[in-house]
């Protein structure tokens, strides 16, 4: 049995689903699947901003051109009787915040030519019809194939390509650029002039003009100034020092068998610092260390490497 949309049943169909009794307050209505036949008496009902209408028996959109509000734009009138088109899209441009809009099982999408070129070019804010939303790229086409036809259709999908083509051309030189500019900061070396030294830093007034021979005064600390410093001496005497690439083997002997820090020397012939003398195992009671090959030949290998020096020495000298 058909349904008609009296104020009164409208009011009791607002209680049973929640809604304001204040017609104007109620910002959606949910009339799908109520067998209506017309869209009648929504002249009150200005702030609908949604309004559900599939599945119902309606042959025409009549009825809604009070619903200047219906900005969100979901209009959903699916699996109806609505047979026009032409009257469809008049009913539609004349709710121009209507974005979402569901036609689907209607006989009106068979009827009419180029169903969705229509709807969409002449339907400035749409952004979702039936199954898909309707892109950037569709609606160039439609509103081109609407002035001019399939020619016109086909120039503006030319145009479009060959801004896509720009488009990813700037991205790739975008990337390559940056890319170059990764490569020169990795590859980046500080300037000279970054390693130079403040001369303030440096406590001096020119430290171009420091002298390589200038030392540093060492203050004593308190209390150590007439303290008795002992120093070790570790050199070879004069006669065992190197000379040029000549070295006395008995230099060699003598640390062998550890002569060289003899007593007199360790403890600069001070009987006060006898304690301080290491206990040094005498050369009689040490035992001869076992090498693999005879001191001889180790000697005659060291000369023989010496000699090689000198000659390298002498060559760089000419």
Same mark, same amino acid.
Request: with cysteine; net charge negative.
């Given at each position: 049995?058909?349904?008609?949309?009296?104020?009164?049943?409208?009011?009791?169909?607002?209680?049973?689903?929640?809604?304001?009794?204040?017609?104007?307050?109620?910002?959606?209505?949910?009339?799908?699947?109520?067998?209506?036949?017309?869209? !009648?008496?929504?002249?009150?009902?200005?702030?609908?901003?949604?309004?559900?209408?599939?599945?119902?028996?309606?042959?025409?959109?009549? *009825?809604?051109?009070?619903?200047?509000?219906?900005?969100?734009?979901?209009?959903?009138?699916?699996?109806?009787?609505?047979?026009?088109?032409?009257?469809?899209?008049?009913?539609?441009?004349?709710?121009?915040?209507?974005?979402?809009?569901?036609?689907?099982?209607?006989?009106?999408?068979?009827?009419?030519?180029?169903?969705?070129?229509?709807?969409? *070019?002449?339907?400035?804010?749409?952004?979702?019809? $039936?199954?898909?939303?309707?892109?950037?790229?569709?609606?160039?086409?439609?509103?081109?194939?609407?002035?001019?036809?399939?020619?016109?259709?086909?120039? @503006?999908?030319?145009?479009?390509?060959?801004?896509? /083509?720009?488009?990813?051309?700037?991205?790739?030189?975008?990337?390559?650029?940056?890319?170059?500019?990764?490569?020169?900061?990795?590859?980046?070396?500080?300037?000279?002039?970054?390693?130079?030294?403040?001369?303030?830093?440096? *406590?001096?007034?020119?430290?171009?003009?420091? $002298?390589?021979?200038?030392?540093?005064?060492?203050?004593?600390?308190?209390?150590?100034?007439?303290?008795? !410093?002992?120093?070790?001496?570790?050199?070879?005497?004069?006669?065992?020092?190197?000379? *040029?690439?000549?070295?006395?083997? $008995?230099?060699?002997?003598?640390?062998?068998?550890?002569?060289?820090?003899? @007593?007199?020397?360790?403890?600069?012939?001070?009987?006060?610092?006898?304690?301080?003398?290491? $206990?040094?195992?005498? !050369?009689?009671?040490? @035992?001869?260390?076992?090498?693999?090959?005879?001191?001889?030949?180790?000697?005659?290998?060291?000369?023989? /490497?010496?000699?090689?020096?000198?000659?390298?020495?002498?060559?760089?000298?000419?």
């Amino acid at each position: 049995m058909a349904v008609v949309m009296t104020k009164e049943w409208l009011l009791k169909h607002c209680k049973e689903r929640g809604l304001y009794q204040t017609p104007y307050l109620n910002d959606r209505l949910y009339l799908q699947c109520q067998a209506i036949c017309d869209i !009648q008496n929504l002249e009150e009902y200005t702030g609908v901003k949604l309004l559900y209408l599939e599945e119902n028996c309606l042959e025409s959109m009549n *009825g809604l051109q009070s619903l200047k509000q219906l900005q969100c734009l979901i209009l959903d009138l699916s699996h109806n009787k609505l047979n026009d088109g032409n009257g469809l899209l008049e009913i539609a441009q004349g709710l121009p915040r209507l974005a979402v809009m569901y036609l689907t099982g209607n006989p009106c999408i068979s009827r009419m030519p180029h169903y969705r070129k229509n709807i969409i *070019g002449n339907i400035k804010n749409l952004t979702h019809l $039936d199954d898909r939303p309707v892109f950037w790229d569709e609606r160039l086409y439609a509103e081109a194939w609407l002035r001019g036809g399939h020619e016109a259709e086909t120039a @503006e999908r030319d145009r479009v390509r060959q801004i896509r /083509a720009d488009e990813e051309t700037k991205q790739f030189e975008s990337m390559r650029r940056m890319r170059e500019q990764s490569m020169e900061e990795r590859l980046h070396v500080a300037r000279p002039n970054y390693l130079h030294f403040d001369p303030e830093e440096l *406590g001096e007034d020119d430290p171009d003009t420091c $002298d390589p021979n200038d030392r540093t005064q060492v203050h004593q600390p308190r209390g150590m100034e007439n303290s008795q !410093q002992t120093e070790l001496s570790h050199t070879l005497p004069g006669e065992k020092e190197w000379v *040029g690439s000549d070295l006395k083997a $008995d230099s060699y002997c003598n640390i062998h068998n550890n002569t060289l820090f003899s @007593e007199n020397t360790v403890t600069g012939g001070d009987p006060e610092l006898e304690p301080l003398r290491p $206990d040094l195992p005498k !050369q009689e009671d040490q @035992e001869p260390e076992q090498t693999s090959r005879p001191f001889s030949t180790v000697r005659q290998s060291g000369r023989y /490497a010496l000699a090689s020096l000198a000659t390298l020495e002498n060559d760089c000298e000419y």
